[in-house]
């Protein structure tokens, strides 16, 4: 070999080198730039409504302000009332612990739980046909806690209500005394969940899915955002149809957007001070095909049919995890927590 292929040979594998390093560390500038919060932004839409669910499942309570914590909405204070926190309580089975919505049994739509008025330490559950219960926040000074199974096997602290509220949840749902319980989550920051080996698949191909966004007993997310407009477009796509965001859960419902930009929101903020960041697209399940008012299931499979055959998360991005599934709405994390209100400016991180 002569000194100058020697020399050659050197100079490409130098350069070859510095490519692939310069290479490698634009992509992680990319990556954490992804994090950086912007500081450019501009307005797309304004919050609609509020909603929240104390229960998962359950019946929505409509707000006019919220509070945004990292566990996802919070009610305003309000006298001496609980402050109820989005997916607060959930139902599971006695027999095994594991969780139960209204995949199961969609009549736990119509339960509406609420703070009591007079007892802050007190909320109460109603449903047709049953009498009201009052129930006491469980503490873990006088009661245990237990594990609860949730999606993917993940393990979930509870802490059980009692049995006056194991039977009155068994007698609507089930029709005996019996059988299913309603656990409570205290909200400490060292109860939360930790979705490490329950969600490894998630957590590798969303690099913004982390325990930090997941919310109390909520699928993914503490919050959901929906936007108004996509929902119209859906509609406009099934004749007869009457779809309403309220089929999708939204905890935020943005009005004035144009449809689908939602799908593109990296980081949004609400009115002057509450910052979001996108999590996960919201991939949609047959939850969503059960009518809120009626709980009975769509004979026709809709809306998820006719999502099924334009919004697959495989056609919007490049997705092998969930890209079977139809998507609408947005999971989002907190950065900066604080107070929105309905008619607040909703902007889009510009950089
Ligand atoms: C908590 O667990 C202990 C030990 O299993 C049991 O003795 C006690 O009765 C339980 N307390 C309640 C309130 O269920
Ligand atoms: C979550 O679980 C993983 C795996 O068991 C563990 O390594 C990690 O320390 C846990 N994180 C927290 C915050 O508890």
């Not at 594991?98 to 009549?107: D, G, S």
């Not at 055959?309 to 604080?338: A, S, W």
Request: hydrophobic share 35%; aromatic share 10%.
């Amino acid at each position: 070999m002569s000194r100058y292929q020697h020399i050659t040979t050197e100079t490409v594998l130098v350069a070859t080198t510095v490519g692939v390093l310069t290479a490698l560390s634009l992509y992680w500038y990319q990556k954490k730039r992804k994090h950086v919060i912007p500081t450019v932004w501009e307005p797309v839409g304004k919050v609609k409504s509020l909603f929240i669910y104390p229960l998962k499942s359950g019946h929505r309570i409509e707000l006019n302000t919220a509070i945004c914590t990292d566990y996802g909405i919070k009610m305003p204070k309000s006298g001496p009332s609980y402050q109820f926190c989005d997916r607060n309580l959930l139902i599971y089975k006695e027999e095994n612990n594991e969780f139960r919505t209204a995949r199961q049994y969609p009549k736990i739509l119509f339960i509406k739980t609420a703070p009591d008025s007079i007892q802050k330490d007190c909320f109460t559950l109603n449903a047709p046909e049953m009498s009201e219960l009052k129930v006491k926040i469980p503490t873990l000074k006088d009661a245990n806690e237990s594990e609860i199974t949730l999606h993917k096997g993940e393990k979930i602290f509870t802490i059980d209500c009692g049995d006056e509220a194991a039977k009155w949840i068994s007698q609507y749902i089930l029709d005996t005394d019996s059988g299913l319980r309603l656990g409570f989550h205290d909200g400490e920051p060292h109860h939360r969940r930790n979705v490490t080996v329950s969600h490894k698949k998630y957590l590798e191909t969303y690099s913004r899915f982390r325990n930090e966004a997941t919310g109390m007993y909520t699928d993914f997310t503490s919050f959901l955002i929906i936007n108004e407009a996509s929902i119209d477009d859906l509609n406009e796509r099934i004749p007869d149809a009457n779809i309403t965001p309220l089929q999708f859960r939204p905890n935020i419902l943005v009005e004035n957007a144009p449809a689908y930009v939602e799908d593109d929101w990296n980081w949004v903020k609400i009115g002057n001070n509450v910052v979001m960041y996108l999590s996960k697209p919201c991939t949609r399940c047959i939850f969503t095909n059960i009518d809120p008012e009626t709980a009975t299931k769509s004979e026709i499979d809709e809306p998820l049919r006719t999502l099924r055959k334009y919004r697959l998360l495989k056609d919007i991005k490049n997705n092998k995890l969930e890209g079977h599934l139809p998507v609408m709405g947005i999971h989002t994390g907190l950065q900066n927590g604080g107070e929105i209100s309905v008619g607040d400016i909703v902007y889009v991180g510009k950089k």
